[in-house]
């Protein structure tokens, strides 16, 4: 690759190190060289946020930061959410909610959401549809993301 330039990071805990052109985004790489697909791409300028990841436990949209930027972080995908193979609480309650239908939205929204309960492990509705005005989903109408969102924070409590 001409001009190319070595990336290291930690990718869902695992050390891992590509050749990349410098102009490619972070969602890129993560798809393509990463080869972690669960990250997806919708508008590519900041809008939808299906692009969301967790950069140094900040959920960042990847689709706005070049992939060098992240040389040397600890980078979490959807595909890193799972604890000991089995769905977390979170992607459970989403599951058992439904969450999600065709799942576009399903990356972005779990990290909105996991981000939220962090902060705050009792969101009422407001502060639910606040957390995740960043992320759009041509779907479910939000109803039942919301409520799986209040469902994850009451298993949790
Ligand atoms: S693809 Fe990044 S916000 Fe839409
Ligand atoms: S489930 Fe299809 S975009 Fe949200």
């Not at 790489?29 to 508008?43: A, K, Q, S």
């Not at 576009?104 to 639910?128: H, R, T, V």
Request: aromatic share 4%.
């Amino acid at each position: 690759m001409t001009n190319s330039i070595r990336l290291n990071l930690t990718v869902n805990g695992e050390a891992r190190s590509v050749e990349i052109d410098p102009r490619r985004l972070l969602v890129e790489v993560i798809r393509e060289e990463l080869e972690l697909p669960g990250t997806h791409i919708g508008c590519l300028t900041g809008d939808c946020g299906a692009c969301t990841v967790e950069r140094d436990g900040q959920i960042i949209k990847s689709c706005l930061a070049l992939a060098a930027s992240a040389e040397g972080s600890e980078i979490t995908t959807i595909e890193g959410l799972a604890e000991n193979g089995e769905l977390s609480t979170l992607q459970q309650a989403f599951w058992d909610e439904y969450g999600f239908q065709c799942g576009y939205c399903l990356p972005g929204m779990l990290f909105s959401a996991k981000d939220l309960l962090a902060q705050n492990a009792s969101p009422s509705e407001d502060e639910i549809r606040h957390a995740i005005n960043g992320n759009l989903c041509r779907c479910t109408g939000y109803d039942t993301i919301v409520k799986s969102i209040a469902e994850a924070a009451a298993r949790t409590a």
